[in-house]
């Protein structure tokens, strides 16, 4: 059965460094992963999909990367800004299965 | 993309009652998920409803309890039954489109209180 996790489950910054959030999965039998963003009291917003044949995919200030044989996907934040504060969560498109999530601060 | 239009956004029960919940999509799609959220938490997929054929539901969710309706490639309802407080969560609707757009898209979720 997939199982997915996400590494750290909450991190504080402050406003300028750059980040990495880590998604692992336990199958790589993946078709597709995909990132969200959720902020408090509000739905989901999608971030970036990244297709199974893909290695990474980027919008603007975002990077996010996929390595199926090791199991692991990583969401980079450049230049994080107060506005990024939200839960992070990523989704495998095999049993539609989200990890935790990673709960961002970013400190002006 | 998908547009997704759930009703309603938000609702206050009484324990022992059922709440229907539903999830209008804009465009025709294969794949629709019903999601569980509880305070804090991530999301829990409750179960996949193709139509077509009987909703899938993942371990721990039973029909009985959360039935689910898919007349046609762009609608869905979830009913949860007999209410307690401990259902107290916000249930979200998702679908899955295909091809070139292979992506989950939500609607912004029902935010039940039981009482």
């Known amino acids: 059965k997939q199982e997915v996790t996400q590494i750290p489950a909450a991190l504080s910054v402050p406003e300028g460094e750059n980040l990495v959030l880590n998604c692992s999965f336990t199958?790589?039998?993946?078709?597709?992963l995909q990132w969200f963003r959720q902020d408090p009291g509000k739905g989901l917003t999608s971030l970036l999909l990244?297709?199974?044949?893909?290695r990474e995919q980027t919008s603007g200030r975002l990077n996010a990367s996929l390595d199926k044989s090791s199991g692991r996907s990583t969401l980079y934040i450049a230049a994080s800004q107060p506005g990024d504060s939200a839960t992070y969560l990523c989704a495998v498109h095999q049993n539609f299965v989200f990890g935790p999530g990673t709960r961002l601060s970013v400190l002006p | 993309s998908a547009v997704i239009s759930q009703k309603p956004s938000r609702d206050i029960c009484q324990r022992g009652t059922s709440l229907t919940i539903q999830c209008q999509v804009d465009?025709?799609?294969?794949?629709m998920f019903w999601y569980r959220q509880q305070p804090g938490q991530s999301l829990t997929l409750i179960a996949t409803a193709n139509q077509g054929s009987e909703a899938t539901y993942e371990s721990g969710f039973v029909i009985d309890k959360f039935p689910i309706s898919r007349p046609n490639l762009t609608f869905s309802t979830l009913t949860v039954s007999n209410m307690s407080p401990e259902d107290s969560s916000i249930y979200l609707c998702?679908?899955?489109?295909?091809?070139?757009?292979?992506?989950?898209?939500f609607g912004s979720g029902t935010q039940l209180s039981v009482l």
């Open positions: 199958d790589s039998a993946i078709y597709n």
């Open positions: 990244i297709q199974s044949s893909q």
């Open positions: 465009s025709q799609v294969t794949m």
């Open positions: 998702s679908v899955y489109t295909g091809g070139a757009d292979e992506k989950l898209f």
